[in-house]
């Protein structure tokens, strides 16, 4: 009987680059503009302990209207600009970093018109939609097939996703990760993508795209608090994997009703 924990334990190329690694943050509303800011400070943070830190590309096509207000990280002198434009120049000014902003949709006629800022080392999706999710699995798994190296090799998807009091995040590889041998865990180089494992869910979800006219509406669909707790936790996550270099646990299941969070191990 195998009573081994299972572990995933990082690429290498995350913990010892030669450049910036390569970010690709999918969705800059509730849980994306939460997750920018998030993301900022795992950059300082990095880089502060001899690490190169994170180079950051931002992908939405909306722009900023008053329902967003108060539960994404937007100002009413924002309202009609570009989300990705807004926040990634807020950051570029508050942390001196030089990230960049793509002004639509993360696609396949973006990534093919955009190769440039198309691949990257991790891929952090914040989309409502099943059919987005989906989009983003097809692009990722060409990648997969694929034999780049160094900054253009696409490693690892992180998948956040939340209903009105409840929300996920799921880890996983795009690349096949080079474990090594460990007398004291069971080594787990590949984490299943979130469209393959929990594809009879997302088949059941019933994708909702109407816009919200005020915060009070969109508060009704989304709980103030819910993108926030769902960024921080996964920020943390991805903080976890850069400073201990491996990980048991490859997302989780949050319910803020309750207050209660349930990790997903690695297996």
């Excluded at 009105?164 to 996983?172: D, H, R």
């Amino acid at each position: 009987m195998n009573t081994k924990t299972a572990m995933h334990f990082a690429h290498s190329y995350l913990l010892r680059p030669y450049n910036p690694l390569t970010v690709n943050l999918i969705g800059a509303g509730g849980t994306g503009s939460q997750m920018l800011t998030a993301l900022a400070r795992i950059n300082e943070s990095l880089v502060a302990l001899g690490h190169p830190g994170l180079q950051l590309t931002l992908f939405d096509d909306d722009t900023v209207s008053e329902a967003n207000l108060s539960r994404q990280l937007f100002a009413t002198c924002e309202l009609g600009l570009p989300k990705a434009v807004a926040l990634v120049n807020r950051v570029n000014r508050f942390f001196g970093t030089n990230w960049k902003a793509v002004t639509k949709r993360f696609n396949q006629k973006t990534v093919s018109r955009l190769p440039e800022h198309g691949r990257a080392n991790i891929f952090i999706s914040c989309v409502d939609t099943v059919a987005a999710r989906y989009e983003i699995a097809a692009i990722l798994k060409e990648f997969k097939n694929t034999h780049e190296t160094g900054r253009n090799r696409a490693l690892y998807w992180m998948d956040c996703g939340n209903a009105q009091y409840t929300g996920q995040v799921i880890l996983s590889t795009i690349s096949d990760i080079l474990q090594p041998k460990s007398e004291q865990f069971e080594p787990v180089g590949t984490l299943a993508f979130v469209t393959d494992e929990f594809k009879p869910l997302l088949d059941k979800e019933v994708d909702n795209q109407e816009p919200s006219c005020s915060l009070a509406e969109a508060l009704v669909k989304q709980d103030l608090f819910i993108n926030s707790a769902v960024a921080n936790l996964g920020a943390s996550l991805l903080w976890q994997l850069f400073r201990e270099g491996m990980t048991e646990n490859r997302g989780f299941f949050l319910n803020l009703k309750d207050f209660r969070t349930q990790p997903l191990k690695v297996a």
